[in-house]
Nanobody, 124 residues
Framework: QVQLVESGGGLVQAGGSLRLSCAASGRTISDYAMGWFRQAPGKEREFVAAVNWSGGRIYYADSVKGGFTISRDNLKNTIYLQMNNLHPEDTAVYYC?????????????????WGQGTQVTVSS
């Protein structure tokens, strides 16, 4: 069983940056794929970014390419999402997730564990 706890969310002005962290406990995540999804008010949850178990394969949603960077530190059992040049439309609850398969994927159904989420609010 893996527990995931996100942190780093908050209120930022448009054009600003935030770095989200997701700390895992219960077991190592070094063989798991990890990802980030987000859900804005009144909208469905959407894929943001994912990294496979080795870090050698990374995917981003088109809407965040060039602005967001996902990374992992297996020694710390933690993943990160660096978000630069934020826009009001990036406002959402951001969720961290883990996939036992080890394969990075944009499908939420492939992820076995989810965190509780952290709120990101970008003001204009």
């Amino acid at each position: 069983q893996v527990q995931l706890v996100e942190s780093g969310g908050g209120l930022v002005q448009a054009g600003g940056s935030l770095r989200l962290s997701c700390a895992a406990s219960g077991r190592t995540i070094s063989d798991y794929a990890m990802g980030w999804f987000r859900q804005a008010p009144g909208k469905e949850r959407e894929f943001v970014a994912a990294v496979n178990w080795s870090g050698g394969r990374i995917y981003y949603a088109d809407s965040v390419k060039g602005g967001f960077t996902i990374s992992r530190d297996n020694l710390k059992n933690t993943i990160y999402l660096q978000m630069n040049n934020l826009h009001p439309e990036d406002t959402a609850v951001y969720y961290c997730n883990a996939a036992r398969s080890g394969r990075a994927t944009m499908s939420s159904r492939e992820y076995n564990y989810w965190g509780q989420g952290t709120q990101v609010t970008v003001s204009s």
